[in-house]
């Protein structure tokens, strides 16, 4: 069956980043609705797009256009970073299980129900061009849309706790710069093998890292991405770090598992046999996790705002997150395919 896929994934990164996003409709009318708070900055809706899809301000602004709310912008660095070899995203079986998931052409016919599987490597353009990139996406965004810019350090070999901090505050200080009006560190990354992968897990770097990103961006609101915690002590342990430094966390990223073909090869090849799998097969332990970071917070007194990301590609989804206690509910692939779903879940829910 044909679904609608605005990212063309037979093609590289850079061909969709030049090509921008392809739509087969014209956008449907978007309810404007109050004006909520998120983070304290106005904004239409609760309803946007997590870092990913979003490759430049082509695709952030066409977005906008169709109704999401709070844009997030690609993860950038502060140094050119080509991104892997295609394929990057392919769609998959899952059993619902932890171990592999399979890639496969039979797409569910109910475009909500679609799991996928990304690599990309965190690619980023050369500061240069982002920078005016960011700049040119927040001059043309309307009153009532939040633009987050994701940000990473790229450590070099040998690189120290406080090299790594630096770059982050480094690549903070420039995306706040250009207009970002909040910045997301990203602080996991389930398809990098250096250390930017996986801060998220050593709490004490997390809080290094914060504290310096917090000091080169002054009040401006900063989130932090952070992927699974198969361990709640150590969630405990990341939130207490932080509290006081972020405002808040975007839980989670794509979940690793290994991501294969029927005949048992990585599909994003051997470095990479286990990849980022997202949608709906990460849906019910995204809330999960949601669920647990809450009663920390609110059993610790910890002042840390929480966004929801996993899995979101209709009202219920969106209402699991919203009822377990997010401020603000982002998707991450199913706008690919779901085009007007901020639309359509606004029209429905002018609450959110
Ligand atoms: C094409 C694509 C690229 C992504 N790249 C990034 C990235 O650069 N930084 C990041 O923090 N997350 C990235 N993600 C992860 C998403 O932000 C999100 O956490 C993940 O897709 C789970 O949400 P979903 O189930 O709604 O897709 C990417 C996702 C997609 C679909």
Redesign the pocket.
Known sequence: MQITQT?DITQSYQFNYDRGPVFTTQPKASPLGPMKSFLGLEVRSRLGI????LLNSKWLLAYAQRGFDILTY??VRTSYRPCYDPPN?VFVEDDGGDGPVYATDRIPENPTQITSA?C?G?PSMAPQTWREDVQRARAALAPGKVLIV?VVATPFDGAAARDVADDFARCAAWAAEAGADVIEA?LS?PNVCSQEGSVYMDAQLSRTITSAIRAAIEKKPLLL?IGHFADPAKLRTFLRFVNGLADGVTL???VSRPVLRRNGRPVFGEPFAKA?V??RG?HNASVEGLRRAGEIIRAEGLKLALVG????SCDEDARDFFDTGACAVL????PMYIPDLAAELKSRHPEW
Do not use: D, H, Q, R
């Open positions: 990212y997590s870092a990913g899809l690609k993860t995203w990304v990309f965190m994701s990203n990354c991405k989670v990223n794509a980022g997202i949608g990460i990301v996993g899995g979101v998707m991450g692939s199913s």
